[in-house]
Every structure is written in structure tokens, then in C-alpha cells.
């Protein structure tokens, strides 16, 4: 039936999201089943409304209040990226594996481009720190804001 759609979130992505609801007694259900799906379906950055267009493209049906109300639990299970820029817009982008290296991101806040960064160095001195506290890291949110190379050129 939905054969046509060939994107599958990984049965890890799934099983993590539904262990993270039930243990908020949240369901699982068929639409934010097909909410969590079609965000693995969708590469790189996007909006909830980016997504809302995504999932009725492919002939799904999910309500926007869901929607709205599933990213952010997405978010907090540790599957989706959330990325605020500098007009408090908010974007997100899906992780490519439950352990994956963390990027951070660099937010333009006049042409509001986001370019990804990785650096080991980063994400082994934020274990470090989350160790000393005895803290348990579900993800980690890393964004500078300021102004990219183009932008400071413009204003000289
Ligand atoms: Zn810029
Ligand atoms: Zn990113």
C-alpha cells in the first residue's frame, strides 16, 4: 500500500521513540508513527512546515497540531535536531545514528545561513564536563551566533 515510499526510519529510531513515549505513558501512534518517518525521510534542515508539505506530498495525512506536538518529543528522545536561528525560527534535521559525532552549527544573523561544524575536541570535553557532573547527555546543542564571512565583508 505504501509501497511507493521506500524511506524507513531504522527499527532502532522507532524503538527509541516508542520506549521515550511509553515511558512519558505516551502511545506510539499510526500518525506520529508516519511523523517520525517522513522526518527521516527529509534531509538536512527544515521547518515544521517544510515537514507539514513533505508528509502531504507523499500522501500521508498528519494534523499540523500534531505535528507541533511531535517534534519537540522527537527532540527531547534524542532523534531530532533542534537548531534556532536568529529570528527564533526553528528548524530541525534528524540524526543519522543513535551514537552519532555531534555537529554544531554557526548562525548568521544577518543573511541567517547555518554552516555545520564537527570537532572532536568539543564533544570529548563535553563528555568530560557531563562525567564530572554525573550528568547523563541525551544530546548535545551547540549554535554560535554572529555574523558569517560574506556578511562582515558587506559592511565594510
Ligand atoms: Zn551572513
Ligand atoms: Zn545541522
Do not use: W
Not at 10 to 25: A, D, I, K, M, T
Not at 78 to 88: F, N, S, V
Request: glycine share 4%; proline share 3%.
Amino acid at each position: 500500500m505504501r509501497t511507493r515510499d521506500k524511506t524507513q526510519a531504522h527499527p532502532n529510531f522507532v524503538e527509541q521513540f516508542r520506549q521515550f513515549l511509553q515511558s512519558g505513558g505516551l502511545r506510539l501512534t499510526s500518525e506520529r508513527l508516519v511523523i517520525l518517518e517522513q522526518v527521516f525521510s527529509y534531509e538536512g534542515h527544515f521547518q515544521a512546515e517544510d515537514l507539514l508539505v513533505h508528509i502531504r506530498e507523499k500522501g500521508y495525512s498528519a494534523s499540523r497540531a500534531t505535528i507541533y506536538r511531535t517534534l519537540p518529543l522527537l527532540v527531547r528522545s534524542g532523534l531530532l535536531t533542534e537548531i534556532i536561528d536568529a529570528r527564533k525560527n526553528t528548524y530541525y534535521e534528524h540524526v543519522h545514528a543513535l551514537q552519532e559525532q555531534q555537529h554544531a552549527h554557526l548562525i548568521c544573523l544577518r543573511c541567517n545561513k547555518i554552516i555545520e561544524f564537527t570537532n572532536p575536541e568539543i564533544d570529548k570535553l563535553q563528555k568530560e564536563i557531563c562525567d564530572l557532573n554525573q550528568f547523563k547527555p541525551i544530546k548535545f546543542r551547540n549554535e554560535i551566533l554572529g555574523y558569517c564571512g560574506e556578511c562582515q565583508a558587506e559592511d565594510r
